[in-house]
């Protein structure tokens, strides 16, 4: 039987393999990294945005796990994808990112405090303080989203 098992995963890898290599746009590589970054954030402050109002039971643990998430994706370092060149291609990011990009990494720096400020506040299980904490998070990414990302793509 352990032998079955050893075929049917040396058999599904590289379909796997194949599945993941397909989110990545190999003519843009850093868009995709942007996008790949962004869709992960989106993938963790959702649920707890559901939470918050009411369309789903609030649970704090879950909301706390969600937090530590989202705190663990924003350390992640996407400065790098903001490179010279990046700005092209099928991006939302607005022109004015490589135009202020102290400004834009000051906003970045303002998200990962407020995550790493919201992981600790729904820890104590507090659904009014996390409530809160949540809402402000969510300002540091509106400060953001308002200045330099498009509804469209761009390009």
């Not at 352990?2 to 890898?13: E, P, S, T």
């Not at 746009?25 to 993938?43: G, I």
């Not at 099928?90 to 720096?109: H, V």
């Not at 409530?131 to 498009?150: L, N």
Request: with cysteine; net charge neutral; hydrophobic share 40%.
């Amino acid at each position: 039987m352990k032998q079955f098992r050893k075929i049917g995963l040396l058999m599904i890898l590289p379909l796997v393999s194949i599945q993941l290599d397909a989110h990545v746009e190999q003519s843009q590589p850093m868009q995709s990294l942007r996008q790949s970054y962004y869709a992960l954030v989106a993938m963790s402050f959702g649920p707890m945005g559901n939470m918050v109002k009411g369309k789903i039971d609030w649970d704090s643990e879950l909301f706390s796990d969600w937090a530590e998430d989202l705190d663990n994706v924003a350390r992640y370092n996407i400065e790098r994808a903001f490179v010279e060149g990046a700005e092209r291609g099928r991006t939302r990011a607005k022109p004015e990112i490589w135009l202020n990009m102290k400004d834009f990494e000051s906003k970045l720096n303002d998200f990962r405090a407020a995550t790493s400020k919201l992981a600790e506040t729904a820890k104590n299980r507090d659904k009014d303080a996390s409530r809160a904490q949540f809402i402000a998070t969510g300002g540091t990414c509106k400060a953001c989203h308002d200045e330099y990302k498009s509804r469209d793509y761009l390009y």
